[in-house]
């Protein structure tokens, strides 16, 4: 389980960076997807032959770098779908940085676990809101069903820092696919739009966009995913917190047993006399 500051209540507590824990130490990442280990492979062959003056740094603003071209790309395709491609370019070049700056960091030995967490997870919360929301301002999804999909993203990812927070671990699978696994289906998201163009299905004889309602029943699977995973989680907290307490309430004297100090007093008074 992760360290944590424990005050008391008459403490007072300001904003000195001398409050912040000195023993954090970084979470275990739980990564099962199905590239795992193929992109270990790749990740450390590109770690071996990067240049000395290539810094993880370096790699985190090239992976926000990416996510603002992929961007840009979708904003662009309102004037031609060709700009589709430079979206998937810019996710391709978000993965480099993004996958790439802590694993250089771990292979050099050069880690900061406190700020390497921090500016990694915040840049990485800026990196999807710039991508998705640019999904949404394309001509073939829309702004509200980007930002659903986002908002259930964000939900999802809430959930792995309380995980973290109560476990140590840090979850970054969930039914067989990462972060690498979501980006490749972007880009063959992507790559569908381009073909297809402003595609529609006939629901119920409603004409509904085809791209639009695929990105919401997404958002909608998250949200899924999101609810299950947060009621198996606080079930199972329930449940060893029970076990926690029977100990405990064992070694409780009955009721029975128990007698007031003043019920005591006059017992002995009475004997006495």
């Known amino acids: 389980m992760s360290d944590a500051v424990y005050y008391r209540r008459d403490e007072v507590v300001g904003d000195s960076v001398s409050t912040w824990t000195k023993t954090f130490t970084a979470p275990r990442r739980i990564q099962t997807n199905i590239l795992a280990r193929a992109e270990r492979r790749v990740l450390n062959k590109f770690c071996e032959s990067l240049p000395a003056w290539v810094m993880p740094d370096h790699l985190t603003v090239l992976g926000i770098t990416g996510a603002v071209v992929t961007a840009l790309g979708y904003l662009a395709s309102n004037w031609s779908p060709y700009f589709f491609f430079l979206a998937s370019f810019g996710l391709l070049v978000n993965w480099f940085g993004d996958s790439l700056d802590g694993s250089l960091a771990r292979y050099r030995k ?3 676990p406190r700020y390497g967490y921090f500016v990694d997870h915040s840049v990485d919360a800026i990196s999807e809101f710039l991508i998705i929301a640019g999904l949404g301002l394309s001509p073939y999804v829309g702004l509200t069903v980007a930002l659903f999909a986002l908002s259930a993203y964000f939900a999802l990812s809430l959930y792995v820092f309380l995980l973290n927070q109560i476990s140590g671990e840090f979850r970054l699978t969930f039914v067989n696919l990462g972060p690498t696994e979501v980006r490749l ?15 529609h299905l006939s629901i119920f004889g409603l004409a509904v966009p085809l791209h639009a309602a695929s990105i919401g029943l997404v958002g909608a699977v998250l949200v899924a ?3 299950v995973n947060v009621y198996k989680t606080a079930r199972e907290l329930a449940r060893q917190s029970e076990s926690e307490r029977k100990p405990s309430l064992q070694r409780i004297p009955t009721i029975s047993r128990m007698r007031p100090p003043q019920a005591a007093a006059r017992g002995r008074g009475s004997l006495a006399q």
């Not at 289906?185 to 595609?199: D, E, H, K, S, T």
Request: hydrophobic letters at 75%; zero cysteines; glycine letters at 4%.
């Open 185 to 199: 289906v972007v880009i063959w998201f992507n790559f569908a739009m381009f073909l297809l163009g402003p595609a």
């Open 225 to 227: 995913i999101f609810v």
């Open 110 to 112: 050069i880690e900061r």
